[in-house]
């Protein structure tokens, strides 16, 4: 289909400013820094459409995000911009969340958002954090030790 014959409704990126500038913040309620982070996911996507694949943004239509085009944009995130998981997770989370915002107003749109909600999330170490309890009675044991080294009163 050419540029000129694809309406508006149809083309990908056509409710961005909607789901950045009005659903985020003023129907979802997310927080300023999602909003942010979301932002620069979309805008992450963008360049991935533009600048890697060398699609117009006038001529990508919501057909066209399949389950490959986006699992590509995963790949190309952790090949090409080395990105860590918990990074591309949270883009493909913001592109997926996009999706099911657009096929909650057009359940023609339905079917893309589940395939491309297949997309698999990549797996996150689990980083063990000290309970606070446990950092204070070392730090008050490093104290005492200090204390008995300085003075020799146990």
């Avoid at 996150?124 to 204390?147: A, C, D, G, M, Y």
């Amino acid at each position: 289909m050419s540029k000129a014959s694809t309406p508006f409704e149809e083309l990908f990126f056509s409710r961005t400013m909607d789901y950045l500038e009005v659903y985020l913040p003023r129907q979802a309620s997310r927080s300023g820094y999602t909003q942010k982070a979301y932002k620069q996911s979309i805008g992450c996507f963008y360049d991935y459409i533009t600048q890697v694949l060398g699609l117009s943004p006038l001529s990508l239509r919501y057909a066209e995000c399949t389950y490959k085009l986006v699992l590509g944009f995963s790949q190309y995130m952790q090949e090409k911009l080395h990105y860590g998981p918990s990074t591309v997770n949270q883009r493909l989370a913001a592109v997926k969340s996009y999706l099911k915002y657009v096929s909650d107003g057009d359940i023609s749109l339905m079917q893309i958002y589940l395939s491309v909600k297949k997309v698999p999330e990549l797996s996150v170490p689990k980083v063990q954090r000290q309970s606070s309890r446990r950092r204070i009675s070392q730090h008050f044991w490093i104290l005492q030790t200090v204390h008995v080294l300085e003075t020799g009163i146990a």
